[in-house]
């Protein structure tokens, strides 16, 4: 059995010394590794920079990345090296990554201009597309602090779940949704149809007010509903090997 | 000899999942403050909670932050508590927080809305604060991934070393000033400017090119110049130690 994991959080670059960073420390991820190395299966591993990563084995490899874009490169590789019997994609992905950084100065300079050259227009996505392209480009790699304000417009990124069964569509693929103080009821809802839309055959839902240290109650979905459920981060690891030992 | 050291970087959260991080291992804090510790000084620490941190003992204490305030809430309560020979501030912090953050749609129907009701009037700094003072209220916790854009108004924070000087004006206090790939006359004219502002003794000058692993170049300000320069952190950590010997 040869399984591929993806773990920890991508980061996106706003400078060389900032980033917008998507929580999550590795540490379920790295258990879930760990779990599926000892019953017996070869495990590959695409961790975060700032993850915490499984020790490296003869059956286990880590490839670390940073964000999305190298996440999905990543994945790609070695989905064409390697046939894998699942794919457990537990890593938080970035939905946004950096398009334009303004001065407070700057987005008000541009913003009034383009409302003279264009009165009575509204500014719709498209306009705002081509304001947006038309930044005037300052050469800047670390943000200046002499503005009140930064205005940010950060761009949707890939669903990089999305490549997975594409590129495998016989991988058994178990992907995760985490939440935030939400009734079970709708965790349920939003993971099965974030499950349907990436073609996975199980989602672990979880909500972030029921995650605290080892504790942490994670429900595993399928297209028939709740097949299991586990209340610490070791449990949810061993419900995975459990359930995904009859997929062959 | 009582030392403070901060060290790490901040996170400034833009949801309950999403952070602007300001990165910073904590390696070179934490031999700094190792090295104090060695050399005989009493060492309080305030560390980001994803640092790198000293290992605590009778003569060294850490006290975990996460962002700027929490910073300066920290730091208030040790000068209060102690006073210091040395105030080392290695950490990275933020310049800005999150003020407001819009979907794509939701930004660009205040916008027009604003136009609408303001017609033939300029977007300033003041008509912007009100802007963003009058955002519809939307109940989310974790922002919604429906929208191709999203829009982020950061507001500066306070400069959190100018606290220092006024808490205890006969401190030594030594500041850090990172740059990006600029010439040595730039560094060190930007770094002599801002422990001026600082009101610091000492600006350890450094540049992320110059950045790798251990190999580390710092150079060591004060009023009349550089004073003394290091190649690796264990280095650097060792010059702050020998440069302070002589303060009291």
């Known amino acids: 059995m040869r399984i591929l994991v993806t773990l920890g959080g991508t980061s996106e670059k ?19 590794a760990s779990a599926f190395e000892q019953s017996g299966a ?4 695409i ?9 490296e084995s003869s059956k286990l490899h880590v490839t670390t990345i940073h964000d999305t874009y190298e996440l999905s490169q990543a994945l790609e590789r070695c989905m064409k090296e390697h046939v894998y019997d699942a794919v457990i994609h537990s890593m938080a992905v970035s939905d946004f990554t950096t398009e334009t950084v303004y001065s407070e100065e700057q987005f008000l300079t541009q913003m009034n201009q383009w409302h003279l050259a264009h009165p009575n227009q509204t500014l719709d996505k498209e306009s ?5 392209a038309n930044k005037p480009e300052v050469n800047e790699t670390k943000l200046s602090s002499n503005t009140n304000h930064l205005v940010l417009f950060l761009q949707k990124t890939p669903k990089v779940i999305q490549m997975i069964k594409s590129l495998q569509p016989k991988t058994c693929l178990v992907g995760f949704k985490l939440l935030v103080d939400v009734s079970k009821d709708d965790l349920f809802a939003v ?31 399928n297209e028939h509903g709740i097949v299991a459920q586990a209340e610490t981060k070791p449990a949810i690891a061993q419900m995975l090997v459990d359930q995904l030992k009859h997929i062959n």
């Open 47 to 55: 961790a975060s920079a700032s993850a915490i990563k499984p020790n």
């Open 14 to 32: 706003i400078d060389d010394v900032r980033s917008i960073t998507n929580h999550a420390t590795g540490t379920l991820g790295t258990l879930i």
């Open 128 to 132: 705002l597309a081509t304001f947006l």
């Open 191 to 221: 993971a099965e149809a974030s499950r349907k839309k990436s073609q996975a055959d199980f989602v672990l839902a979880n909500d972030l007010t029921s995650i605290a240290g080892n504790d942490h109650i994670g429900y595993l979905l």
């Open 42 to 45: 070869t495990v590959d591993v």
